[in-house]
């Protein structure tokens, strides 16, 4: 069964930096691209970030651009999202949806990650 589990989000203080990886089971990891999502509440669910599943191509949302960096590791069916220069609006659940052949459709939510930027 498809299973996506995100993790690595905590409460940081503005400027601060968050690792968040995601760990894929029950799919061909390799074969799928995957995306961050994210919701702060209130608000509609937005892409922060895609990778191809050759890992050689990367989209970002342009409010994420030069901050946030999208990886992945096949052989271990993770991939990860390194966040930089966090800002109280980065503030919400992260999700690491699998897609097939691009970045949309999101073909499974997992659980998610809180990431809370706060003083």
């Known amino acids: 069964q498809l299973q996506l589990v995100e993790s690595g989000g905590s409460l940081v203080q503005p400027g601060g930096s968050l690792r968040l990886s995601c760990v894929a089971s029950?799919?061909?990891?390799?074969?799928?691209?995957i995306s961050w999502y994210r919701q702060a509440p209130g608000k509609e669910r937005e892409r922060v970030a895609c990778?191809?599943?050759?890992?050689?191509?990367?989209e970002y949302a342009d409010f994420v651009k030069d901050r946030f960096t999208i990886s992945r590791d096949n052989a271990i069916a993770t991939a990860y999202l390194e966040m930089r220069t966090l800002r109280p609006e980065d503030t919400a659940v992260y999700y690491c949806?699998?897609?097939?052949?691009?970045?949309?459709?999101?073909?499974?939510w997992g659980q998610g990650t809180q990431v809370t930027v706060s003083s």
């Open positions: 949806p699998p897609s097939v052949a691009s970045c949309e459709p999101a073909l499974r």
């Open positions: 029950g799919f061909t990891f390799h074969a799928y691209y």
């Open positions: 990778i191809s599943n050759r890992n050689d191509i990367t």
